[in-house]
């Protein structure tokens, strides 16, 4: 599926006029485009009601394209100007259009009795206040617009996405029109994919608007939703001449006394991840707590206490066996201790192999983050919204504003993957390519979660599979398999240790 930012759908209109595909005409094909959608969403338009909504820019545009193309199909259709009249030249033109058809044409402010009385007759309306050029909550009248779109018992029809949607990072103005139905112009917006967005957005559907193929393929595609057939392309069937070594050697530095579940998650979501050998770096406290949990995994019996002996026998422990790891994950239920704080720097600064910094771990380096500059290969970070807010030095609030931005933001500048979680996961890579995770619910609302997805990530990097699609394919398992969890346990009663059992199920139907 394409995912264009707003800044690549401008570019690529911009490259098309410049190719003598004008905006006029991208207006009058993304009007008809989306009065094509509607035919084929609702069947016949002929004498049915409709009142097209149009702000003064391109989207306002884009409506009196659709309002003009169903009129001409036998729809009854009351177009409705809101703000004033249009500002933009390819506007005005598709206005002008409208009123040579002898259409009828309301003005908001003018003639708000009349529309209200209409308004409850409408069997269908047409969102085109706003497109992707909205962010932060709405001025009046476009709020009470908003509301009585909202309000009505018609079906609605948003153009390109609802007003009052972010384009860029799915926020919702309060009183955002919720649509049954949204066309996206060319592409889909991150807006449509991340939550709430996508709340507001109901059925959607991308529409050809005439960008030629030639401008599509200079515009570099840097984001992307990850689909089924993009994980199965890299999680494949096992070679029958195998063993346990050619699967990957898996070392899990996690675990504390105050959170031994979190290693035992993490190396459960491993192995049935299907890494070769797994071994957990943790306290012998914590060994002798899960070891009964997990009897596939091998262990390693740390030192306990915070002393600066304990702290440089369990590195002498941890070297040897990190040195002969194809990937090492670190950070589960750690702590956040002086211990911890070592224990994170040595294995950046000793590994060889992938670094998989989950939880504690990032939390540890938030005060110096370029301390992810000490990695030899690229490392993989799986922060949620808290830790990448202190991460970063920001609030949660900035974060969900401009996670995309941040994400990416951050790979380009530790060379690492990132893996946002949130409702909609944002993996992004260090070239900036950013992936949108479809699956999971929020029944992984529950602590251990997390710890079950770094476990799977870092055993994908195990078996050699490239960091950004460890972390993709992680998550997308991950919340596959929490799905099927939730569809039979409930969201209320999954729990993360459910997840890789289900995770087992679904590679058993594909084969694997």
Not at 1 to 16: C, G, H, N, W, Y
Not at 159 to 172: Q, R, Y
Not at 218 to 247: D, H, I
Not at 366 to 391: D, S
Request: with cysteine; glycine share 10%.
């Amino acid at each position: 599926m394409k995912i264009f930012t707003t800044a690549q759908m401008k570019a690529a209109e911009r490259l098309s006029n410049e190719m003598g595909v004008t905006y006029q005409r991208l207006m009058e094909n993304a009007g008809c485009a989306a009065a094509a959608f509607i035919r084929r969403s609702v069947g016949s338009v002929v004498g049915r009601n409709f009142m097209v909504f149009c702000g003064g820019g391109n989207n306002g545009g884009d409506g009196f394209v659709v309002a003009r193309k169903l009129f001409e199909e036998g729809a009854n259709v009351i177009t409705v100007l809101c703000g004033g009249a249009p500002r933009t030249d390819e506007a005005k033109y598709m206005y002008n259009c409208i009123l040579a058809a002898d259409m009828t044409v309301l003005d908001f402010a003018e003639d708000r009795a009349k529309i209200d009385e209409l308004i409850g007759g409408a069997d269908y309306i047409v969102d085109g206040l706003f497109g992707t050029g909205f962010s932060g909550e709405f001025r009046e009248p476009f709020g009470e617009i908003a509301a009585e779109i909202n309000e009505a018992k018609a079906v609605k029809i948003a153009l390109d996405i609802p007003s009052g949607v972010n384009a860029e990072s799915g926020e919702a103005a309060k009183g955002a029109v919720r649509a049954d139905y949204t066309v996206a112009f060319d592409a889909r917006k991150p807006g449509h994919i991340l939550l709430p967005g996508r709340e507001f957005c109901g059925k959607a559907a991308e529409v050809d608007i005439g960008i030629p193929h030639e401008v599509l393929e200079q515009l570099p595609q840097s984001c992307f939703k990850t689909t089924e057939e993009m994980v199965f392309s890299s999680v494949r069937p096992r070679p029958a001449y195998s063993n346990k070594g050619t699967y990957g050697r898996l070392l899990c530095v996690t675990g504390s006394e105050k959170y031994p579940g979190a290693a035992a998650i993490s190396a459960l979501g491993a192995l049935r991840m299907g890494a070769g050998i797994t071994t957990v770096a943790t306290e012998k406290g914590v060994v002798a707590a899960i070891a009964g949990r997990i009897p596939e995994a091998t262990f390693l019996p740390l030192p306990e206490g915070e002393s600066e002996g304990a702290l440089d026998e369990s590195k002498e422990l941890i070297l040897p066996v990190l040195k002969k790891a194809s990937s090492v994950l670190i950070g589960c239920g750690l702590g956040l201790g002086e211990r911890a704080r070592e224990l994170t720097q040595f294995v950046l600064a000793e590994a060889e192999c992938t670094a998989v910094l989950d939880a504690d771990a990032l939390n540890c380096i938030a005060e110096t983050p370029e301390m992810l500059l000490l990695a030899k290969k690229t490392p993989i970070i799986t922060p949620h919204v808290g830790e990448m807010a202190r991460f970063c030095g920001l609030s949660i609030a900035d974060v969900l504003k401009n996670r995309v931005e941040l994400a990416v933001a951050t790979a380009k500048k530790f060379h690492a993957v990132v893996v946002l979680k949130d409702a909609t996961t944002v993996v992004a890579a260090p070239n900036g390519d950013v992936y949108f995770n479809p699956t999971g619910n929020p029944g992984l609302s529950k602590g251990g979660s997390g710890d079950c997805l770094a476990g799977m990530i870092a055993a994908l990097a195990a078996q050699g599979c490239i960091e950004t699609a460890s972390a993709v394919c992680g998550v997308y398992l991950h919340g596959a398999a929490a799905d099927r969890a939730a569809a039979e346990l409930s969201q209320y009663g999954m729990l993360p240790t459910d997840i890789p059992f289900y995770l087992a199920k679904l590679l058993a139907e594909k084969g694997l």
